[in-house]
């Protein structure tokens, strides 16, 4: 394994920015989750796999609309320009790899 030895700055409210050939080492991106872990004398840092997040409140909200749409109850057709768009986009090769070129709007 190669070395790498980067130095941050430390700014007044205790933060840093990761040096990019440290990101880039361990394969982050944004968003990307960190795990420092210190020994009495250094500390290391990891990629952090990001842990399935599991909350009750949305698990029990889930089942509530499961039910609706097993017995019918409050499912509406989608709206035929939304239809339209999704069958269009189906016959298209996408390649959820590939990096967003431009400008997006949502």
Known sequence: MSQIHEV???TSK????LPKPIRQALG???GGKVAFDFDGTAVVV????????TDPAI???????????????????LPAPLVKSLKKAL???VDLAEEIQGDVSL
């Open 8 to 10: 941050a700055t430390l």
């Open 14 to 17: 205790g933060q840093i920015t």
């Open 28 to 30: 982050l991106v944004t």
């Open 46 to 53: 990891s990629r952090a796999e990001d842990a399935e997040h």
């Open 59 to 77: 698990a029990k909200f889930l089942a509530f609309i499961e039910q609706d749409i097993a017995a019918g109850r409050n499912v509406a057709g």
């Open 91 to 93: 016959k298209l090769d």
